[in-house]
Nanobody, 124 residues
Framework: QVQLVESGGGLVQPGGSLRLSCAAS????????IGWFRQAPGKEREGIAC????????YYAGSMKGRFTISRDSAKNTVYLQMNSLKPEDTAVYYC?????????????????WGQGTQVTVSS
């Protein structure tokens, strides 16, 4: 059974950091592209970053560069999103998604599977 489980969300003060995890089960991430997305209340979902496990290429949305870093741990079959210098406007539900590497087109990919999301709230 294919499953993606996000974790690591929570309440953090402005300027703080969080590391989100996306753990895959039922399949190996080695031949998948993995993306991180977020959706704030009343707003459309937006892409943050993605990585092609096949060749390690990473892509970032322009506005996310510098504060967000995507990485993966093949042994743990997990992808991470390190978020630094968090702002209140980063408050959202964060999701990970995967697509077979042959159909990987960066953040514009048509994603095959999605996790259930993890809430990130940035507030003092």
């Amino acid at each position: 059974q294919v499953q993606l489980v996000e974790s690591g969300g929570g309440l953090v003060q402005p300027g703080g950091s969080l590391r989100l995890s996306c753990a895959a089960s039922g399949f190996s991430l080695d031949y998948y592209g993995i993306g991180w997305f977020r959706q704030a209340p009343g707003k459309e979902r937006e892409g943050i970053a993605c990585v092609n496990s096949y060749d390690g290429t990473t892509y970032y949305a322009g506005s996310m560069k510098g504060r967000f870093t995507i990485s993966r741990d093949s042994a743990k079959n997990t992808v991470y999103l390190q978020m630094n210098s968090l702002k209140p406007e980063d408050t959202a539900v964060y999701y990970c998604a995967v697509v077979n590497w042959e159909r990987f087109r960066g953040l514009r990919s048509t994603w095959d599977y999605w996790g259930q999301g993890t809430q990130v709230t940035v507030s003092s």
